[in-house]
């Protein structure tokens, strides 16, 4: 059996194949089972939402797509801790990171951004490109 085999669970064909590893394995290893993370596509929408925020500058707020990123999980409670900058001029960001969403938490938080967007009148293009976006 091959260390850290990783099976994504989206057919019946690999059900069975992590049923044989399951069976295969050795006594005491390890079985982690978790939710499917973000995609790619999902991750690069939420750059380009976040970067039409930023352009849009509401209540002249000049702020760089990745406070923004900040702001709205600490609204959907993906809160993340802050600690003083080395040259205590600030505070820096720590801690929770969107690539540990799963793709419903995903979701989630882009259908947030699209909501706050329209009650806050920033109007999103319709027709964002995901592929040609800032990535993470």
Do not use: C
Request: glycine share 4%.
């Amino acid at each position: 059996m091959a260390n850290g085999q990783t099976v994504i669970l989206n057919s019946d064909y690999r059900r069975m194949q992590a049923h044989r590893l399951v069976e295969q394995a050795p006594q005491g290893a390890v079985l982690n089972i978790q939710p499917a993370k973000r995609t790619t596509d999902q991750n690069s929408l939420m750059w380009a939402l976040l970067s039409e925020i930023s352009r849009a500058k509401p209540n002249g707020r000049t702020l760089t797509p990745d406070v923004w990123k900040a702001l709205f999980l600490h609204a959907l409670d993906h809160s993340q801790r802050f600690e003083q900058a080395l040259d205590d001029k600030g505070m820096v960001p720590v801690g929770f990171r969107s690539s540990r969403l799963t793709k419903a938490q995903f979701s989630d938080l882009i259908e947030f951004i699209y909501s706050w967007a329209a009650e806050n009148g920033i109007p999103l293009s319709d027709e964002i490109e995901p592929s040609r976006s800032q990535a993470a």
